[in-house]
């Protein structure tokens, strides 16, 4: 069973920058429910942590050093059963907020929102419920219920370009030279569709893709 730090909800942090992490530290400590009891840098890190420490609620950045922390999800709760996992991310879509809700995770929270919507976040997910940040919450409950997100409605014109383009088996610097642009700015559009439609190969947005009829 998941332990308390006294009568506090117990954290365990997996954030590898460190002014993001004491930040929330700070924040967490200064609570009269909540304690962080523990901070781990990456993916290996954190299922050491949790097995250890066995923390109420996992705090879980989603891009660290050796893995995308969504697929962590399903190690963190085998390591460490009745544990919740909160996923915390700089920009997601409905289809993350779905990934997220697929591997087993409690929600799902901006970075550019407040920490008092983490602290909120937190406290949610350990009493059981979820908590996904405004615009989120609807692609997590479309898959967990079986209907489909219109995934492609956040795409912009020029993502819809690249996205065309990936289904041609094109790279980046094809990218570039098709639409005119720099090499960098081809893989910024590249990874914003990534993201968007969550996920994690151009291979794998191109499944997503025809899946959801953007491409032929």
Do not use: C, W, Y
């Not at 929600?107 to 009493?127: S, T, Y």
């Not at 492609?152 to 993502?159: H, S, Y």
């Amino acid at each position: 069973m998941p332990r308390t730090a006294g009568s506090r909800i117990s954290i365990l942090l997996v954030e590898d920058h460190d002014m993001v992490a004491e930040a929330i530290r700070l924040a967490m400590d200064r609570t009269d429910d909540l304690e962080v009891v523990g901070r781990s840098l990456s993916v290996q890190d954190a299922l050491a942590d949790a097995a250890r420490l066995r923390p109420a609620v996992v705090v879980l950045d989603r891009r660290l050093p050796d893995g995308d922390g969504i697929d962590a999800i399903g190690p963190l709760k085998a390591a460490a059963p009745g544990t919740r996992v909160l996923v915390l991310t700089g920009e997601a879509s409905p289809a993350v907020a779905a990934r997220v809700a697929e591997a087993g995770g409690s929600g799902l929270i901006l970075k550019i929102g407040n920490l008092r919507e983490l602290e909120d976040g937190v406290r949610r997910v350990a009493a059981g419920d979820v908590a996904f940040s405004e615009g989120l919450l609807g692609g997590a409950l479309d898959r967990l219920t079986g209907r489909i997100a219109d995934v492609g409605a956040t795409l912009t014109p020029r993502e819809r370009e690249t996205l065309g383009l990936l289904g041609e088996g094109l790279g980046a610097a094809e990218i570039s030279r098709r639409l005119g642009v720099a090499v960098n700015t081809a893989r910024n559009h590249v990874q914003r569709v990534l993201e968007k439609l969550g996920a994690r190969s151009q291979l794998e947005a191109v499944a997503v893709a025809r899946r959801e009829g953007l491409l032929r």
